[in-house]
């Protein structure tokens, strides 16, 4: 099965912080996805890459960067972390139009 | 606008009971649908893809598409208290981006 690892597990951090949210994969798939999910709520698209050096923005991009460094490491920033930005943090990739198989998760607390 | 509504947003059935979930899409760009599932404290698992019209069965579970809609369903039949989970639809556009609903919370009661 396809392995994405995702690092901080948790993160803990004050408001103006700055914070990054790290991403791996080791099943060369193209595509990489960060999506926040809130309690009792889906997965918003914050951001997404094709590939080393690409970004597309997502749905909810407000207050976020992304970097796609190499094809197995995409990274998220905060840099002036807000308490509106306390979620929970999936990382995910897929080959194009394919399944997406998805980390571990980092749940982040801004206060 | 959310791209993908779901309903209900939660469902209570019981031991050996059928489940039916429903999903459908705002965005005319979409064209390839996933149902996920999510237990509590993990992270998403796809469940069930469907690209074509028509109805597609894995053991206990059917999803069927209607693409001229944007609908899709779940079906999930002779339910069991280890089905209990948030399903999330999902849908991808042309541009590989991949929306989510809120999902459907179900309960299976033994």
């Known amino acids: 099965e396809a392995a994405v690892t995702q690092s901080p597990r948790n993160k803990v951090t004050v408001t103006g912080g700055n914070v990054t949210l790290s991403c791996r994969q080791t099943?060369?798939?193209?595509?990489m996805y960060w999506y926040r999910q809130d309690t009792g709520h889906g997965l918003r698209l914050i951001h997404y890459s094709y590939g080393a050096g690409n970004l597309q923005i997502g749905d909810v991009p407000d207050g976020y960067k992304a970097t796609r460094t190499t094809q197995e490491d995409f990274f998220l920033l905060l840099e002036l972390a807000s308490p509106s930005q306390t979620s929970l943090y999936f990382c995910?990739?897929?080959?194009?139009?394919?399944?997406?198989?998805f980390g571990a998760g980092t749940r982040l607390s801004v206060l | 606008q959310q791209k993908v509504q779901q309903s209900p947003e939660s469902l209570i059935v019981p031991e050996g009971g059928m489940a039916s979930l429903n999903c459908t899409s705002s965005d005319r760009n979409v064209d390839y649908f996933w149902w996920y599932r999510q237990h509590s404290g993990k992270s998403p698992k796809m469940l069930m893809s469907i690209f074509s019209n028509g109805e597609k069965e894995e053991g206990r579970f059917t999803v069927h598409l209607n693409k001229a809609s944007l609908h899709t369903s779940l079906h999930i039949r002779d339910s069991q208290p280890s089905d209990s989970a948030l399903y999330l639809c999902a849908a991808s556009d042309s541009n590989n981006r991949i929306f989510f609903g809120d999902g459907t919370q179900l309960v299976v009661k033994p």
């Open positions: 995910a990739s897929s080959q194009s139009q394919n399944t997406l198989y």
């Open positions: 099943n060369s798939h193209n595509y």
